[in-house]
């Protein structure tokens, strides 16, 4: 009796940028799925799921401190 179907579902734990705390990702995440934090339950949007990137949702002051794409030259 082969049981181990529960093998397959292999987290993702990554770490909160504002508390530390633990967000879990799980297997079946995708990207643009969002995901929260178990601590502080900030909202982080999965930008990439190999390797897991994450972008917290919560930014209230959106200056551009992380990417500055301001250049529409093509
Ligand atoms: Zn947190």
Same mark, same amino acid.
Request: overall charge negative; glycine content about 2%.
């Given at each position: 009796?082969?049981?181990?179907?529960?093998?397959? #579902? %292999?987290?993702? $734990?990554?770490? /909160?940028?504002? &508390?530390?705390?633990?967000?879990?990702?799980? +297997?079946?995440? #995708? %990207?643009?799925? $969002?995901?929260? /934090?178990?601590? &502080?339950?900030?909202?982080?949007?999965?930008? +990439?799921?190999?390797?897991?990137?994450?972008?917290?949702?919560?930014?209230?002051?959106?200056?551009?401190?992380?990417?500055?794409?301001?250049?529409?030259?093509?």
């Amino acid at each position: 009796m082969v049981d181990r179907e529960n093998d397959e #579902e %292999e987290s993702q $734990i990554e770490e /909160c940028t504002i &508390c530390g705390g633990d967000i879990i990702v799980d +297997s079946y995440c #995708e %990207e643009d799925d $969002i995901v929260y /934090c178990n601590d &502080c339950e900030a909202e982080y949007l999965i930008r +990439s799921t190999d390797p897991i990137r994450l972008k917290r949702l919560d930014d209230e002051d959106v200056d551009d401190a992380e990417d500055s794409y301001d250049e529409e030259d093509e």
